[in-house]
């Protein structure tokens, strides 16, 4: 290749690196820019987030898709901020007791802010009816009402009692009222009679007063019905009585409250319930308690006297106090629990119970009439999340269901709160290769989540982004309190931000990477005492972070040093090349050489990946792999077929081979050891090649170059040495200040080509040759050299294939025997095979 050739090939260095000039900001420092309000670059993102966010349709559910750390959850909360603002504040909801079920408590709806007002009232209500009523059950007017109902009971009793007593004065008996009930006695001489009396007695007597006895206890029993009756109706007057003082205090209070909520029915309602429920339960608002001291201890043990007026409690679960806008909630944990609320338990003789005071609110209760904010892959990866998120979007309900309930394979006694209606919309955060999969495999997820903002992970750069940078970093160091950043450290940023993607016309949307960058320079600046954060700041943290993670490059550059792991950087070998492969760490990736060897024998078109054969490849290597032995047919298997077997591999490559960027460089060692036309060591080769012949672009351009220069300074720098790229990966060059150093002063190249002539002309040195109309290459070229190779192969393949059908079918002489008819048996054995 002639020197004016070769310098074609070679990238100028202006193309290797695009520098930000600082002079192009009209600014000294960040602390004079207004600070960006948003996000820079995503505008398609942002105008469907807008369009996701304010539409009202059923549906119309928001995912938010792209990378961690381009901005989606700081651009989600800008815009909900500015929707909510615009919307009102949602209702308040609170659970009540249902007097008619108590196992299905009911949901109230109030103005937002009114719910602790209103739970309050409720409280203050039930306070004052305690502390009333015992004072009016111990009122004078009270105790004589009472006193009189009793006194007209006991008139009645002692006139049956008087009737009873008259009707066994005539049988010769008296009775007595006992606690076990009446009893006889009998009578004699005026004077009840002891046992001993009674014993003494003769029998005809004896059967006389059992006679007589039997017909008082069938008096006493007919009189029975009327004493119950009497006792029974005794007790309504008390409880009327009960009742009456009870509505008295009760029914005013009551009033009042309803006249404060009387545009709310719901809760009229209630109050209505509780004021009946009140009248039938005075008992419970006696101040003492009447029941036996070991009966009340076991009844306190299990829940204490005030538990009997938690039925009248209100249980606020949402309450909107001092809200303006609608509700704006990101759930961090999406747990079950924490999205859709609980209801608790409390022990109790052994056992657990709960009421409608227990019942908790999740996250989608508090957002109700507004928005919430869930990771998608935590809330697909909790248990029953996903299932009850769409059935509460579906049917605009929300249900408070223990875990336990949906799980258990028998139904249990618990409480079933009413279910709450709801109007809230819901935007997930994800990846994009998620919602690719629940679009493919959710049919629900079509329905609910139709909206989609797509967040990108690069934007042009042009004058416009990079203000708009430029005023993110100034929003930036005003957040966190960092110091201003001077031009020239801004500039170096966008620089750093091309680097992140790769490529000169892109800046990088990954913006979590450039605050971490902004941070750590920060720190830096701070360590020197400086007012502001120059360009040596951010160049220092970008080296410090390189420093903390490239321990595995360092022992990998050792192994090159002391020759453990082979490489070449100087001389000619046939069948082997350098070529490039890129090394991810998560944070941290790296280009170092790798040795590719190629060995050829004489076969049938063979072409052994080694790689391949121990399962070490991966699908995009094993395709370009396929594609070499596609483009050699397609090349030089016209006339003849190829009769050649061959094998390449990774040298000391122990760990899986991926992607197809070294498919061009296994062709070159592949085509030279057909030729054994040595290729120099002193360049390294990356890219893939299609079935035509053409390079083809590959990623990591910037790790390779770099990775080859670090081995090639560490042997020494000849002026001879680089790297061979595809000549599409040139606006992909962000390379290092020190790589472009070493370039501009001719000690280091960078050569890009389009074809693999090209390649192969800068290899070996010897013009690729074309193909003429006679379908051969001229005298001189490496493809002429390929094509009488192959030739050769083929002839002496030829040969040998020959060789060996006559040494099959020639007669041989047989050897010496007494048995001749076995001799000619083996004669026609071997001329029939």
């Given amino acids: 290749m002639t020197d004016r050739a070769l310098k074609s090939l070679r990238v100028p260095v202006k193309q290797l690196r695009r520098e930000c000039n600082p002079a192009v900001f009209k600014f000294t420092t960040t602390a004079e820019l207004p600070p960006i309000e948003g996000t820079v670059g995503q505008d398609r993102a942002v105008t ?48 009540v007791f249902n007097f008619r079920d108590p196992a299905r408590p009911e949901a109230i709806g109030l103005p937002s802010g009114k719910a602790r007002g209103f739970s309050q009232d409720v409280e203050a209500l039930v306070a004052t009816v305690r502390r009333e009523v015992p004072k009016a059950l111990e009122s004078d007017d009270y105790a004589q009402r009472r006193e009189q109902i009793n006194r007209e009971l006991q008139a009645q009793r002692e006139r049956l009692f008087e009737t009873l007593r008259a009707e066994a004065h005539t049988r010769g008996l008296a009775v007595s009222a006992t606690p076990m009930g009446i009893t006889t006695v009998p009578v004699v001489d005026g004077k009840p009679i002891t046992p001993e009396q009674y014993a003494l007695l003769t029998d005809d007597r004896k059967r006389e007063i059992q006679q007589q006895t039997s017909e008082v206890e069938s008096i006493i029993a007919s009189m029975a019905p009327q004493l119950r009756r009497l006792d029974h109706g005794a007790a309504e007057l008390l409880a009327q009585l009960d009742k009456q003082l009870m509505r008295a205090i009760a029914v005013p209070l009551i009033e009042e409250l309803k006249r404060e909520y009387v545009n709310e029915p719901a809760v009229s309602t209630f109050i209505d319930r509780l004021g009946s429920d009140m009248v039938e ?41 001092g809200a303006t806008t609608a509700p704006v909630v990101f759930e961090e944990s999406p747990s079950y629990y924490h999205v859709f609320g609980r209801v608790d338990y409390r022990p109790s003789l052994g056992s657990v119970v709960t009421d409608h005071t227990m019942i908790k609110p999740g996250a989608l209760h508090r957002a109700n009439g507004g928005f919430l904010v869930v990771d998608a892959l935590d809330a697909l990866s909790q248990p029953l999340v996903w299932e009850t998120m769409k059935r509460a979007l579906r049917t605009g309900q929300a249900r408070i269901e223990n875990l336990g309930e949906q799980l258990a394979v028998l139904p249990t006694s618990t409480l079933t709160p009413a279910p709450i209606p709801i109007n809230v919309k819901v935007a997930m955060i994800g990846s994009t290769r998620l919602y690719q999969i629940l679009q493919n495999t959710d049919d629900d997820f079509k329905k609910l989540f139709k909206a989609k903002a797509d967040f990108t992970t690069d934007v042009q750069r042009i004058p416009a982004h990079v203000d708009l940078y430029a005023r993110f970093i100034a929003r930036q160091a005003e957040e966190k309190g960092m110091r201003p950043f001077d031009r020239n450290a801004v500039a170096r940023v966008i620089e750093f931000s091309s680097r992140m993607v790769s490529d000169q016309d892109k800046l990088s949307l990954h913006m979590m990477d450039i605050v971490d960058l902004l941070v750590e320079a920060d720190y830096w600046a701070c360590e020197e005492n400086s007012a502001e954060v120059g360009e040596a700041h951010v160049e220092k943290a970008i080296d410090q972070k390189v420093y903390r993670s490239n321990l595995i490059e360092d022992r990998i550059q050792e192994f090159i040093d002391n020759g453990t792991i082979k490489v070449d950087v100087t001389g000619a070998i046939p069948g082997q090349v350098n070529g490039l492969s890129v090394y991810d760490l998560g944070d941290y990736s790296f280009g170092r050489p790798s040795r590719i060897t190629a060995r050829v024998s004489l076969g049938r078109g063979q072409v052994v990946n080694l790689e391949r054969e121990i399962q070490k490849s991966g699908p995009s290597h094993s395709k370009g792999f396929l594609i070499i032995t596609g483009y050699l047919n397609g090349k030089f298997a016209h006339r003849q077929p190829l009769s050649f077997a061959a094998s390449l591999t990774f040298e000391q490559v122990y760990d899986e081979v991926d992607g197809d960027s070294a498919s061009s460089t296994e062709l070159y060692a592949l085509l030279s050891a057909i030729t054994d036309v040595p290729l120099k060591q002193n360049l390294a080769v990356t890219g893939s090649v299609n079935q035509l012949g053409e390079i083809q672009a590959i990623g990591g351009v910037n790790e390779k170059v770099e990775g080859f220069y670090a081995v090639c300074k560490a042997r020494g720098l000849t002026g001879d040495q680089g790297v061979i790229i595809p000549r599409d990966n040139v606006h992909n060059l962000m390379l290092k200040p020190e790589v472009v150093r070493a370039i501009r002063n001719e000690r ?39 094509t009488d190779c192959l030739e050769a192969m083929t002839r002496r393949s030829i040969e040998v294939n020959r060789a060996a059908q006559k040494e099959l079918v020639a007669p041989t002489t047989p050897a010496a025997s007494t048995d001749g008819r076995r001799k000619r048996a083996d004669t026609r054995g071997r001329g029939k095979r």
């Fill in 48 to 95: 469907a987030m807008d369009f996701g966010l304010s539409i009202e349709a059923a549906g119309y559910n928001l995912y938010v898709a792209g990378p961690t750390g381009t901005g989606r959850s700081t651009e989600l909360r800008t815009q909900l901020a500015k929707i909510a603002a615009e919307r009102p504040a949602s209702p308040d909801w609170c659970y």
């Fill in 281 to 321: 339960h005075v008992d419970d608002f006696r101040g003492t308690d009447q029941t036996p001291p070991m009966q009340a201890a076991v009844l306190a043990a299990a829940a204490p006297r005030d538990g009997v007026f938690d039925r009248y409690k209100v249980n606020v679960i949402v309450s909107h106090d």
């Fill in 748 to 786: 280091f190249h960078v050569y890009a080509v389009s074809t693999i002539e090209q390649g192969i002309e800068l290899l070996t040195g010897m013009p690729a040759g074309k193909l003429r109309k006679n379908d051969t290459y001229s005298d001189g070229t490496f493809f002429r050299r390929v």
